[in-house]
């Protein structure tokens, strides 16, 4: 037993949050959508094109793809921690350190983009339109640059054609990459300072009680939200928004419980025996035992029988 407080203390508030009734996130608009989109990140690893040629849109759209995962990998990072906060830069950003380890030593991050993308049922055919909604948002395409001006207007456009490109075709959407916009877009909303700072994802960059925010708008649900989604969905898609947000948000926390508590990190599939002693064991202070416990064996306190 450590002496750090217990895993299901209410973590400590965030003042900037205040106390009495959370603010009404911000509305959605095109800069902060695709900065939460990770876009920012796309700029830089957009290939230079050779001398008086144009640039190529599929290379567009595999640095806009890269920086997707990227973000992706942060976001599942301040998600995990949020059910099960460590000694890692993701707890301490969110402001729940623990001494113990968590989700993070129990390599959680991996196991819900894993989890999320392979077995989770939320079909293409929901999650392309869902994302197509997403990033169409709303007015002009503007990227904060990374100094707190523009990024210059060439490789904007470069990023928004690569990001349509992307989502125009039929490829597969993985779901985590559904999940990370959702509650990166959020994030924005509900503290936009989020866009800029340490990590990829604005998610990752909440404190404790503004992650809890975005959680709270998405089971809500956030009228502004349902609604730019509903609008740009195709039927018979409409109007079933709502309740596919409900769904994820309560899914999210279950699964990602059940990666910090699970044997997965320490699995070896081609032996079927675990590599080391995984960290759900060590938080709860579990010891399999192959024999059983004495005191499950039998009836209760050596009893032969029960009398009604």
């Known amino acids: 037993m450590n002496d ?18 959370a603010p009404d996130p911000v509305p959605l608009d095109r800069r902060a959508l695709l900065g939460a989109a990770g876009l920012l990140a796309a700029v830089p690893l957009l290939p230079a094109p050779p001398a008086a ?27 995990a921690v949020f059910v099960a906060p460590g000694p890692d830069p993701y707890s301490r950003a969110q402001g729940t350190p623990r001494r113990e380890p968590g989700a993070i030593e129990a390599k959680v991050p991996a196991f819900l983009v894993d989890a999320l993308d392979r077995f989770l049922p939320f079909p293409d055919q929901i999650a392309v339109p869902l994302v197509r909604a997403l990033a169409q948002g709303a007015g002009p395409l503007r990227l904060p640059g990374a100094a707190g001006g523009d990024a210059p207007g060439a490789a904007v456009g470069r990023v928004d054609a690569g990001l349509r490109r992307l989502l125009d075709n039929d490829a597969t959407i993985p779901l985590s990459g559904v999940v990370a916009l959702l509650l990166n877009v959020q994030a924005v909303r509900v503290h936009p300072a989020s866009v800029a700072g340490p990590f990829t994802a604005p998610f990752a960059r909440l404190p404790y009680a503004r992650k809890a925010r975005v959680f709270h708008l998405l089971e809500g649900p956030d009228p502004a939200l349902v609604g730019t989604l509903d609008r740009r969905l195709p039927e018979p898609l409409r109007g079933s928004v709502s309740g596919l947000l409900r769904f994820l948000a309560g899914t999210l926390l279950e699964v ?8 997965w990190a320490v699995f070896d599939p081609a032996t079927r025996r675990l590599t080391g002693r995984p960290v759900g064991w060590q938080v709860s202070g579990y010891t399999p035992s192959i024999d059983g416990w004495d005191e499950y064996r039998g009836y209760y306190q050596g009893r032969r029988k029960v009398t009604g």
């Open 256 to 263: 990602t419980a059940l990666g910090a508590y699970s044997e």
């Open 4 to 21: 750090s407080p217990s895993r299901v203390s209410p973590a400590p508030s965030d003042p900037a949050a205040g106390s009495g009734p």
């Open 53 to 79: 040629a144009a640039p190529d849109p599929a290379a567009d759209a595999r640095a806009v793809r890269r920086a997707l995962d990227a973000v992706t990998a942060d976001t599942m990072g301040g998600l």
